[in-house]
């Protein structure tokens, strides 16, 4: 009996070993797009060059701090997606190797690092997601630019990131401080706050609560917004026309990967005709980085969309004193 | 500590303690297979994360500390983590006891749909959960806006957070104390009730007092989880209500500072450590034996019928709220678009099991192989804690509480930083999620299992033992079918908590291994609502099966004719 007992035991514990999984080879990516999108650019990746991918889908944060704690022994080849400014913290931690793309030259400036650590394969301008039927029937006027955000009838009818949590809503910060200038933008944010119902942790939540009716408005990034109209939610999408900032996920090659040459396969393919017209031919609502892609059936053209000159620089150096500030300031009302 | 123990069991003298360890290896060899395995998969990650939470550049440095404590923003936190803690576990404990006592200790109809609701809530899909939340207590909430006429209610902050966690843990308090309140003798109250007493009295003298154990070890539980849950706060508390486990998150995830992040979690063991210290002050010194192996049977008078209906309507009224709040996933899951055009529709189920059968497969795989492993060790540390005499045996119970403790993040982070090296080397393999599942959840088992075990005259097991039965032999044939209620909320706590934790598994799941609830995420990043409600109301049906399962081999496992298990 005692014998039947310990072997239950070890048994019990050893089970879990026997049952893990054998390793297949093939490009590991870390992706903070998120996982349909993923799916379908990766997808046509592998159909094009027949390199498999085993992708990880982590937010940008999670990635980071993955990475960071998987230093000694990288799990992964290459983070795909995420902001360009995350991809700058990746590069100053140490965390990802460079190459330069022939491919990429024709970029714009700010969609790659100048010495290649990273480099942009799409982007997302910042937008209010409205739900029509919300405004119609509380008989509020559809706003057009930031000032009509604080229409005192929207109180409590307006929801954002918080900038502690969210790259998407330090985005938005950053846009105010560029329009008006940063004593203006706090004054700005200070005056929106009542209409704010709460400041959410994730930067896709607002979208949500705005699909759902819960509130009137959501300042987002814009892909879940279409994708909500597209999924049949009344929500129309606004750019404020004083002018809005915009995100660039951009890829970044893992430091220690074991398979560098497919990862700089996937670098090079994102950036030709054929990876960025992927992005509209897979309805992933993202609007690519080159001039010369296709855009997608209900996107705005670029040039209707007011961004402003987005200072990834300035961001990325500013970024502790103006959340504190904001915390300071909008939450504690300092 | 030791005082406790001459208390349970007053007849074993201490000096023969060490003998009877050497006399019996089965015992010895097991409790130290147990402390190593803690120390590997609970402590080893812990020290890993407190290191890192103390250096700076390599040097040793309390900065992160002092720099999060001087913030009001932190300091605000803690407060509001605190009274969510203490108010969480009060209204859990009030609810589950109320709800327990009703199943157990009255005579009402619907017992076993009853009994299932109450447990259902554990389940709490992710994000799917605060949109029902939203449909329900929202400005235009079917309840709030609905049933009661409020306009313009606001679920964001304390309230919203104290309502969500409160119908997630209550059902862990309603487990615990199930358990308790069917160990607890109903001949001592018929025998109270014959002597005179009236019912209320019967029920504060005799009822509550044996109940401690459980009630003790249910606030315990809840609170601890409370402090460091932080799916719910994460969706409903909002920035403008700070909590320790969010902003240790934030800190990791949203700064990017592994270093603050691991230093406000270390903070978050503090209270959760002193709850554990003032548990034991209350519970250590007291006996509650009341199965002394006489049968007994209930006669359920213990109730007045007044009270009986009234306790009946509470808990009529918890189930509905249960039933409403899986009624608008359904709804979800079957509408074309969720919350806008509710007109039927198959298509997100379908989706589901098609593009999804892969991941349900791994999600049940990994519950599956964890559940047993996980309800088990339980027991058997509940057993050794509270029946056995060993070096080390003071710091098990507590050193099982920490990644319980601790928020997901740092566990998950915690684990990356001890196994990605050898020889340690489990990242990307199912033991690395497995392990954190088990050791992280092994908690519910081991409380409701000291809890039960302490009304157990331990005369019973010695009886078997001196019949000449083995440790081994005892444990499985005596102790196990004595304690089955505390094993069962382990095996079910453990089962839904693998089938459902989020926080952790983020930073463990690889390419090789998907989970449904990281899935439900990813739907929901997708605008996909529905088909994250059909993931959710799968989800919610693999639960149920599992604890009919579960509650069924263990009815099994103890039929009274061959009066064994396994």
Known sequence: ?334 | MAGTDALITPHVRKGSEMRRLLADPLVLAVAIVIQVLLLVFIVWPLIRVVVVSATRDGLFSLDAYAEQLRSWYVQRAVWNSLLVGVCTAAASVGLGFAYAYTLVRTAVPLKRVLHVLAILPIVSPPFVSSIAIILLFGRGGIITSGLLGLRDFNIYGFKGLLLAQVMTFAPVAYLVLRGVLEGIDPTLEDAALNLGAARSTVFRRVTLPLAVPGVTSAFLVVFIESLADFGNPLLLAGSAFPVLSVQAYLQITGMFNLRAGAALSVLLLIPSVAAFLIYRAIIGRRRYVTVTGKPGRSSLKATSPGAKWLLFGVTLAVAALVVMFYAVIVVGALARTWGVDNRPSLDALRYVLSVGMDTIKDTLAIAVVSTPVSGLLGMIIAFLVVRKRFPGRGALELTSLLNFALPGTVVGIGYILAFNQRPLLLTGTMVILMACFVFRYVPVGIQSGIAVLRQIDPAIEEAAQNLGASSALTFRRVTLPLIRPAFFSALVFAFVRAMTAISAAVFLVSANWNLMTVQILSEVGSGRYNAAAAYSIVLLGIVISAIGIIGLLLRRGYSPVQGRFL
């Open chain 1, 1 to 334: 009996m005692r014998q039947w007992f310990v072997w239950m035991l070890v048994g019990a514990l050893l089970m879990p070993a026997a049952v893990a999984r054998a390793q297949v080879p093939s490009l590991t990516i870390y992706s903070s797009v998120d996982e349909e999108n993923a799916r379908k650019i990766l997808g046509a990746f592998s159909r094009a060059t027949g390199i498999e991918t085993r992708i990880t889908f982590l937010s940008t944060g999670p990635a980071l701090a993955r990475m960071e704690a998987e230093r000694a022994n990288p799990q992964a080849d290459v983070w795909f997606g995420a902001p360009s400014e995350n991809h700058v913290d990746a590069k100053i931690r140490g965390l990802t190797q460079p190459y330069k793309s022939p491919n990429a030259a024709p970029l714009d400036a700010r969609f790659r690092d100048p010495e290649g650590y990273w480099t942009s394969f799409y982007m997302n301008p910042l937008g209010a997601g409205l739900n029509t039927k919300v405004l119609e029937s509380r008989g509020i006027k559809r706003p057009v630019s930031w000032q009509d955000l604080l229409n005192p009838l929207l109180r409590g009818l307006i929801q954002m990131p918080s900038p502690q949590t969210s790259g998407t809503a330090y985005n938005m910060v950053v846009t105010l401080v560029q329009i008006m200038g940063e004593d203006k933008a706090f004054a700005y944010m200070k005056q929106l706050h009542p209409n704010v119902q709460t400041y959410t942790t994730s930067g896709t939540a607002p979208s949500r609560a705005v699909a759902f009716g819960e509130v009137a408005i959501g300042i987002q990034f814009t892909p879940a917004l279409y994708q909500l109209y597209f999924r049949g939610y009344p929500l129309l999408t606004i750019f404020p026309k004083e002018g809005v900032g915009f995100e660039a996920p951009a890829i970044s090659i893992i430091k220690g990967t074991r398979r560098e040459a497919e990862a700089r396969r996937l670098v090079d393919w994102m950036i030709l005709p054929e990876g960025q017209d992927t992005l509209a031919a897979q309805e992933t609502f993202f609007f690519p980085v080159t001039r010369q892609a296709k855009r997608q059936v209900g996107l705005p053209a670029l040039q209707l969309v007011p961004l402003i000159n987005y200072d990834v620089d300035f961001a990325g150096k500013n970024r502790q004193r103006l959340v504190t500030r904001w915390v300071n300031e909008i939450l504690g009302g300092r």
